[in-house]
């Protein structure tokens, strides 16, 4: 008796899509996450220096600017020390429960201000 298989070549493509769709999406959100790290990292870096430099409110325009939208930056000073973090959102906010977070550290130049 012969059998019919009409149909399951359909359901195997649609499942196939579907997953093929899915693991895109993964790649891309993964790729999306590294490029926000990476700008995280990059407004971290560039606070910092303008920190040491004595430049507060220019720090806080290089996070704005380089930085993922909506990230925050956190300043720590031990005397010298500046400590810069900044931290976001990843994918304009497209993954909850994932925060990305970077730091960068400098020593006050002379006469640089506060």
């Known amino acids: 008796m012969p059998r019919d298989d009409r149909g399951s070549v ?15 999406a993964l790649l891309l959100a993964g790729i999306g996450v590294a ?7 990059d407004a971290a870096r560039e606070a ?33 020390a500046i400590t810069a973090g900044v931290e976001a959102d990843p994918v304009a906010g497209l993954l909850p429960g994932i925060r990305l977070r970077s730091h960068a550290f400098a020593i006050a130049e002379p006469g640089g201000g506060p």
């Open 10 to 24: 359909t359901v195997e493509a649609a499942l196939g899509i579907g997953a093929l769709t899915f693991v895109s």
């Open 35 to 41: 490029a926000d790290q990476l700008r995280c990292t």
């Open 48 to 80: 910092a220096r303008l920190l040491a430099r004595g430049q507060p409110a220019r720090a806080e325009q290089a996070v704005r600017e380089i930085a993922p939208p909506g990230a925050r930056l956190d300043v720590v000073r031990e005397g010298d």
